[in-house]
């Protein structure tokens, strides 16, 4: 019960991820903050934290007002920083907001520990984006860094502010790589967050899949509470402190054969491929997927959620509750 009666506070906390690990930290005993602009375009949505809305603390404000920010992590003894710009194609079209959120921020946040509070321990959800197209898989931390677009670089600079806090004012840090999650919670209006979460939509409104490509690629997933398994062991560890992990899956699967999973699964719909829009294949990465071995050596890190178990938990999580995570027509 590491978390029993501790102060942590979650950016990003009405989001899929940060509302996940802010309902294990409840169960922890945990005394919980979430910080969530609630900006529409974002994953941010009450119903995520429905069941626990009596058990946690919710200040909605900007991670870019570094006035909020010097407040509350004040007296905290754990920060999950997960507030970001999630979107590659938004990142592209307005390239400055991600720049103000998924980098200037951080710097802020930091500043802001440095100056208030430099015992806290920090966990930044970093991504799989900033390797861009791979020259070899699965990739490893070793792997070069060749971000395809604006938000891996920011995503980048965002994780690196983190690391050199922990090196250079021994405020601990540490960074995981996430790839691609998903879960209950996920956004699934559109495709702004993952494809996946716009595939789920779709099966559920008895709407054709579309696939990009030939459906060939390969990716990892990994469910929603191995990724919240990750996040606390970082917290925990010393041994985190200063490092980067990648997060991954041992299964990989082709788009293809992810598409036909979902249709079983749902027991409706289809799907479809069709030609890469140009601005997509602009910013694609090909075939992904991680080696995850050091955090689970370092860490004892081990995702334990099949991906068939894990995508009919999802699935009949939005049967459940999809209005109030979209309206028909949106
Ligand atoms: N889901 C994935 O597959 C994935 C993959 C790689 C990295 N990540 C990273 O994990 C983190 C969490 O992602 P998620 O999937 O839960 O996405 P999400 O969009 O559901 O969560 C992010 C949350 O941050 C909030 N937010 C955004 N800008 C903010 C701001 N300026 N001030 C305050 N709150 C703000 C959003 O409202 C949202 O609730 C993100 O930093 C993302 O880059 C996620």
Redesign the pocket.
């Known amino acids: 019960m590491i978390f029993h009666g501790k102060r942590v506070l979650i ?8 509302s996940s690990l802010a309902r294990r930290l409840v169960q922890e005993r945990a005394s919980v903050t979430l ?5 529409p375009t ?4 009450l119903h995520n934290i429905a069941d626990i809305r009596d058990q946690v603390t919710i200040n909605i ?4 007002d570094p006035h909020s920010i010097a407040y509350l992590v004040k007296d905290k003894d754990f920060l999950f920083n ?5 979107s590659h194609l938004d990142s592209m079209q307005d390239p400055h907001a991600d720049l103000e ?2 980098a200037a ?1 951080q710097l802020s946040i930091l500043e802001a520990c440095r100056r208030a509070n430099p015992g806290i321990k920090l966990v930044f ?5 900033l390797y861009g197209r791979p020259d070899y898989l699965p990739v490893d931390e070793k792997h070069p860094i060749r971000p395809v677009d604006v938000n891996g670089i920011n ?1 980048l600079a965002g994780e690196w502010y983190h690391l050199l806090y922990n090196n250079v004012h021994g405020i601990r840090s540490c960074a995981l790589r ?5 879960g209950p ?3 699934v209006k559109d495709a702004r ?2 494809f996946l979460g716009i595939w789920i939509r779709l099966v559920l409104e008895g709407k054709p899949l579309r696939i990009f490509g030939d459906g060939k690629q390969l990716r990892d997933f990994n469910y929603v509470d191995d990724c919240v398994d990750a996040l606390l062991l970082a917290a925990t560890n010393e041994a985190a402190n200063g490092k980067v992990y990648n997060l991954g899956s041992r299964e990989v699967i082709n788009l293809h054969d992810l598409a036909a999973l979902v249709v079983k699964l749902a027991g409706a719909g289809s799907f479809e491929l069709v030609p890469f829009p140009p601005e997509r294949k602009a910013i694609d990465i090909g075939d992904y997927y991680s080696d995850s071995t050091l955090i689970e050596r370092e860490l004892g890190w081990v995702p334990r959620r099949s991906l068939e178990q894990g995508l009919a938990t999802t699935l009949e999580y939005y049967r459940i509750h999809r209005d109030h995570y979209w309206s028909p027509g949106e």
Do not use: H, W
Request: proline share 0%; net charge positive; charged share 15%.
């Open positions: 950016t990003g906390g009405l989001g899929f991820i940060g910080v969530d602009s609630l900006i974002y994953g941010g949505n404000s900007d991670v870019r997960l507030a970001g710009q999630t959120i998924n921020a959800a970093s991504t799989r984006q995503k996430l790839t691609n999650t998903y919670g996920m956004r967050q993952t």
